[in-house]
């Protein structure tokens, strides 16, 4: 892991880039001198790990004592875009103006995503756990298709936090029944790409003996921000 620039914020949190080979990550840490336990944050939709809204969920965070990192996925961010990756984007926009089915676009395109993306995380993982200013417990918040994958193969994993938004995999369907950790599930009761029904049932799917859902009204993008006080309560139940 090779550092590139750091900053100190305002409110004390330390921003580090990084690299590791071809992944480009982002790590917050607090001010705290002692170890801190880590979360790391998934994103998808094609997003960068500098969006606006993950960046602020970071600094949250790690302002109330979480050390948080993020990656850009295969494709994603600063990574470069294969053919295939345009080619899947094209289709969907096409099929979604069309009002045609696009589950198997996204088949096409997340399955294959979520089974380069874990591997990667794991890597990184290695790597943050080797770093003196951390030292787990970690948890792990955001894209749930790689969250359930990574939560099944991943036994550091403590606990997660999953956003319902985003479609999963039948393959990571079938997977959440093999995660046990403590969960907290947000779903977006209006999501506009995201059938209700089909996240209800992937929470009852969830094999955790503990598992929370919270439904908020409005759309794909409109998660109201008091989730991420609730999101690092839950964590701090778990990781500290």
Known sequence: MRFTSEQRL??????????LGEIPGTLWTPESATPAPLILIGHNGGLHRRESRLVARARQSAAYGYAVAAIDAPGHGDRPRSAGDDQAR???????QAGEPVDEIFESFIGPL????????????????????????????????????????????????FFAGGYVPRAQREEARQVTIPLLFLLQWDDEG????????????FGSQEKTLHANLGGH????????????RFFARHLK
């Open 10 to 19: 305002d409110d004390g949190v330390l921003e580090r880039e990084f690299t």
């Open 90 to 96: 094209a289709d969907l926009r096409r099929a979604m």
């Open 114 to 161: 979520v089974e380069e993306a874990v591997p990667e995380w794991r890597t990184t993982l290695d790597a943050l756990l080797a770093l003196p200013e951390i030292g787990g417990p970690v948890g792990y918040s955001g894209w749930t298709a790689v969250g359930i994958r990574l939560a099944v193969v991943e036994p550091r994993i403590a606990a997660a936090g």
């Open 194 to 205: 995201n059938p209700r029904q089909r996240a209800l049932d992937l929470f009852d799917t």
């Open 221 to 232: 993008a409109g998660t109201p921000w008091f989730e991420v006080d609730d999101g690092d």
